[in-house]
Each structure stands twice: as structure tokens, then as C-alpha cells.
């Protein structure tokens, strides 16, 4: 992960330490040797730290929290001097462009440093420990009577890779969550690892947990595949296999590219699964007409799939499955003033949308590759299915 932006984080390290080194230290008297050493020691550290990570051969170390340490204290020294320069810097040419003394981007600078110290606090902290129980009514002349008020639970992300050790309680939290709700079904849709598949050797006997009268579905996220190893593709493979035997121990029915029909009485509901189906640099496993052979087209079909965007690119195409489910995006963890980064890149990237009679709910997960969330957080959705 670092080796890709190593020479961007070095220089976002060293080069806002310098500006104001220059610009600012220099200038002021008694700023001597050891003074000026003492300023650049935190900045030669995470150098240091940033050259550690940087030899790290699979996409984060392990144990993860040598990574998240360095994230935090990337966004408490770094990001805020980084911030304060640019604008200081930009009002500095706006100065000398109009021959004027007083630099307004110092004060604007200064005011997004302390912003974003408190963003990060806050994000690594409060921010992370939040849930919310999200309700969502569904209304579909599809739905067959016996499955009038059905309810699923879906929970989504839950990286346990992060929500484990000293986080594991919010891992029970959220399962004790779901469990309340009292869903006649529980669907997760995908990432539960982060990396390794005996990142659930600690968190096993939690998500055994689950308990509702017709069962718990899953499928794979990204993260349950071994893009993020770099390794034989031996390894690899035992790797996904391991994840796979380790959700059906838990009793767990994994779906990969498959589907389960649920009876209760004469009618029936369809819970596809389809397998990953992201664009690059995301695996592309899902396969759509495998996954819903031999349902029938007046059949109502619940469509599990990880990544959203594989909602317009195949499954509304399919035309069969009325409401599909996914996660993946997680909200993008930050949002500021209404705005998240993931807006760019997904056209569903939170919450529930409708399109010609189909629908899709994206949830923004429990967890996180990395322990943080601004304006986003964590959250367990229901959804009750009402037939018109």
C-alpha cells in the first residue's frame, strides 16, 4: 500500500517542514541548532517509518496496527502542516502579486490544520464506535402473501481483521445489533476478512452469533479474495478456500454464484448470490446467468452482490432480481459538508435507490480496512418487504 505513493508521502512529509522552516522559524531570533533539530525529528520519523512500511510485501504489515498507527499519525502531523502551506504558500504569491503584507492564507491555513486535527480525532475515535440501525420498507407487487412483512437484515464490511483485539467489542456490538432485530433472514454481503482468512480465528465464536429463523447468507467481497497477497498462487488459493470452509463452519450458507429458494407454504422468494463483479483493479467473478439458472422469470428474487456497480452493468440488464443488496463502498468513511470521495466513483453509493420497478440498497458496513469513519457511520440495515 505505501510503496505505491512512497515518493508522494515523502515528500508531503518533508516539503510543508521546510516551507515553514523557511519561511517562518528561520525569521524568528533564538531559533538555534537544537531548536531547528527538535523541529525536523518528527518529520525524519516518519520518514523512517514511511521507508519500514514501505519494504512490506503483501498491500499491509501484520500485525495491521503498525499501519494504523502510521495513518494516524500521518493525519495528526502531517496532513495539517500540509494544509496550513498550501494556503499559506498560495497567499504568499497572492501578496507578492499585489503588493500587499498581509497573508490571509496563514489564517485560513491555520484554521483547516486545526480542522482537520479535529476530523482525525474524532474520525479514530467517536466517530468509530457509532452505529445506526437503518430501516428500509420495500414495496413490491412481486412479493409473494406468505412474505408480506418479511424482514432481512443485512450488514455488510465487516473487515474483522480491524474489528478485532482492542475493537472486537465493537464487532459484538454490532452482532448483538443484528441479532435484536429479530430478522427472518440475515444476509451479509461481503469483505469479511481484510487480508488473511485467520484474521476469523479470533472472532469465530462471535459471528456464530447470528441466529434467525431462516438463516444467515453471505458472499465474497474483494477483500475475500487474495488480490491484497502477494504470493504463489498456491497460497493464494488456499487462502480463499480457508475463508470459504470457515463462514460454513459458522453455519454461514455461502453463495457463489448460486441461489437458494425459501419456501413458506406454497410460496417461495430467491436468495441469489452472485460473486464479486467489480471494475479494475476489482475482481470480476460474477457470473449473472449462472447464478440465477433455472429461476423463473415471475419469480421475486433477492440479489446478493458485493460491489454496486454491478447493479446497472448486469444485474438491472438481467431484468430477474427485484431488489439487490451490496456494500462495498462504505459510505467512503469520510463526509464533509455533504460530500463523501466515493460520490465520484459510484452512481449508488449509499442508501436505497429505485429504477424502473427494480431497487438497490447499499450500506456503508460495520467496519473498515482502516479504523475510521467521519460522518458515515457504521450501520445494520432492515429491511421489511411489503407486497402492494
Request: glycine share 8%; aromatic share 12%.
Amino acid at each position: 500500500m505505501i510503496a505505491r505513493i512512497f515518493f508522494f508521502l515523502i515528500l508531503l512529509i518533508l516539503l510543508p517542514d521546510l516551507y515553514i522552516d523557511v519561511h517562518y522559524l528561520r525569521k524568528k531570533k533564538g531559533y538555534t541548532f537544537w531548536k531547528r533539530i527538535l523541529w525536523w525529528i518528527p518529520a525524519v520519523a516518519m520518514v523512517i517509518y514511511t521507508c519500514c512500511l514501505a519494504f512490506v510485501r503483501d498491500f499491509a504489515p501484520t500485525p495491521p496496527d503498525t499501519l494504523f498507527i502510521y495513518l494516524f499519525l500521518l493525519g495528526l502531523l502531517v496532513f495539517p502542516k500540509a494544509a496550513f502551506s498550501l494556503f499559506s504558500f498560495v497567499g504568499w504569491m497572492i501578496c507578492r502579486a499585489v503588493k500587499s503584507k498581509k497573508n490571509w492564507g496563514n489564517l485560513i491555513g491555520f484554521l483547516l490544520a486545526l480542522f482537520l486535527i479535529y476530523v482525525i480525532i474524532y474520525g479514530s475515535t467517536i466517530g468509530l464506535r457509532k452505529l445506526k440501525i437503518r430501516q428500509v420498507d420495500y414495496y413490491h407487487a412481486d412479493i409473494p402473501k406468505a412474505f408480506d412483512g418479511y424482514r432481512i437484515v443485512q450488514f455488510t464490511d465487516a473487515h474483522v481483521g480491524t474489528l478485532s483485539g482492542r475493537n472486537v467489542h465493537l464487532l459484538e456490538k454490532a452482532i448483538d445489533s443484528i441479532n435484536a432485530q429479530h430478522g427472518d433472514m440475515i444476509v451479509f454481503t461481503g469483505d469479511l476478512q481484510n487480508i488473511y482468512a485467520n484474521e476469523l480465528d479470533e472472532v469465530q465464536s462471535v459471528l456464530a452469533r447470528l441466529q434467525c429463523k431462516d438463516g444467515v447468507y453471505s458472499v465474497l467481497g474483494n477483500h475475500d479474495y487474495s488480490m491484497y497477497m502477494h504470493r504463489d498462487s498456491a497460497t493464494m488459493r488456499m487462502n480463499e478456500i480457508l475463508l470459504q470452509k470457515k463462514q460454513l463452519s459458522i453455519g454461514w450458507r455461502l453463495l457463489m454464484n448460486e441461489h437458494r429458494v425459501l419456501y413458506h407454504g406454497k410460496d417461495s422468494l430467491v436468495i441469489a448470490g452472485m460473486e464479486n463483479d467489480g471494475l479494475p483493479p476489482f475482481p470480476p467473478k460474477g457470473d449473472i446467468k449462472k447464478t440465477l439458472d433455472g429461476v423463473k422469470n415471475d419469480a421475486f428474487v433477492v440479489m446478493l452482490q458485493h460491489d454496486p456497480s454491478a447493479w446497472r452493468r448486469h444485474i438491472l440488464p438481467d431484468g430477474r432480481s427485484q431488489l439487490t443488496l451490496s456494500g462495498h463502498t462504505h459510505g467512503g468513511q469520510v463526509k464533509l459538508f455533504g460530500f463523501s470521495p466515493v460520490m465520484l466513483n459510484y452512481d449508488e453509493y449509499s442508501g436505497y435507490y429505485e429504477e424502473d420497478g427494480h431497487a438497490i440498497n447499499v450500506s456503508t458496513g460495520i467496519g473498515g480496512f482502516i479504523p475510521f469513519r467521519f460522518g458515515v457511520p457504521a450501520e445494520i440495515v432492515v429491511i421489511t418487504l411489503h407486497r402492494k
